[in-house]
Each structure stands twice: as structure tokens, then as C-alpha cells.
């Protein structure tokens, strides 16, 4: 009898130990899958901080920071960073020197300021759709411009007769 209880507790305790095995795994895994992205992680930020004076209505020095299309494509200095390296970004080197942003707008938390350097030295990870997409596609066009809202032009016809 005092043998089958030993057999059943060396049973139990290497199941717990595969058990706590597979599930710490399992957690580093989870880890590892969910990299740091723009649209969900580093956009927010840039738009809350940065977004008075680099958005919709106002783009100082021609910074747009509300995709990353815009983002690589920078502004009036040339592209706002440089996917894997942080140290030759140009937006981190405004922040890190602390040009950015202007005393009269909240800082950048030192939390946030490495949320943005783990970025792009991790590659500046986008989801696809916002990287492809085509700049015409969020021009702004006026009403009566717009093909659409034309007037319907009544069309001769050639070569029939009556």
C-alpha cells in the first residue's frame, strides 16, 4: 500500500511540474506575439502629445503624425525616424534633447519615451493597411469638385439619323 501512495505522489507532483512548466511557456509565448504597433500602441501617444501641432489642422514644419506613411515621410526635416535605429531618429533626438514637445504642452512621460524608442529599434512595426495606404485617399476634396456632385451633361449622339 505504501507503495502505490509514493507511485501516486511522484504521479502527481511531475504532472504539477509539467503543468507549471507548460504554463510559463505559455505566458513567455504570449509575450513575444504581441510586439509593440503603431495604430495601437505609439499613434495614441504621438496624438496625444504631439497631435496640437502635428495632425489634421495644424502640421508645424510639415509633420503629420496621424499615420505612418505620414510619419515616413516626415516633414520639413526629412523622415521623422529610421526603422531599427533609434539613435538616427529624428523624432526621438527632438524629444531626447527636449525640443519636443514645447514647454506649453505635456511631456512625454519617460515610460512613453521608451515606448517609441522600443518601437523603432524593433523595426517601427505598422499594421499593413496604414503603411499601403495611398496619400490620394485622405485628400481632402471639395464638394463641387468632386466628380460626383457634378451635373449631369447631356451627351450628343454621332452618326444616327432619324
Known amino acids: 500500500m505504501t507503495n502505490s501512495?509514493?507511485?501516486?505522489?511522484r504521479l502527481v507532483l511531475?504532472?504539477?511540474?509539467?503543468?507549471s512548466c507548460v504554463s510559463s511557456d505559455t505566458v513567455v509565448a504570449d509575450r513575444e506575439v504581441s510586439p509593440v504597433v503603431f495604430e495601437e500602441h505609439v499613434r495614441p501617444v504621438l496624438l496625444a502629445k504631439c497631435g496640437?501641432?502635428?495632425s489634421d489642422e495644424v502640421r508645424e514644419a510639415n509633420l503629420d503624425f496621424r499615420s505612418m506613411a505620414a510619419l515616413m515621410r516626415g516633414g520639413d526635416s526629412g523622415p521623422a525616424l529610421v526603422k531599427g535605429r533609434?539613435?538616427?531618429?529624428v523624432l526621438l533626438e527632438r524629444i531626447?534633447?527636449?525640443?519636443?514637445p514645447p514647454a506649453d504642452q505635456p511631456?512625454?512621460?519617460s515610460s512613453e519615451i521608451e515606448l517609441i524608442r522600443a518601437w523603432i529599434d524593433a523595426g517601427a512595426v505598422a499594421?499593413?493597411?496604414d503603411v499601403n495606404s495611398d496619400e490620394w485617399s485622405r485628400r481632402l476634396v471639395e464638394g463641387e469638385q468632386y466628380w460626383a456632385f457634378q451635373p449631369l451633361q447631356r451627351r450628343q449622339q454621332s452618326g444616327t439619323s432619324d
Not at 511531475?14 to 503543468?19: A, F, K, N, R, V
Not at 531626447?96 to 519636443?100: H, R
Open 96 to 100: 531626447d534633447a527636449g525640443e519636443m
Open 5 to 9: 501512495k509514493s507511485i501516486t505522489n
Open 127 to 129: 499594421n499593413e493597411s
Open 52 to 54: 496640437n501641432c502635428h
Open 14 to 19: 511531475i504532472l504539477l511540474g509539467m503543468l
Open 107 to 109: 511631456a512625454l512621460t
Open 86 to 89: 533609434a539613435d538616427q531618429s
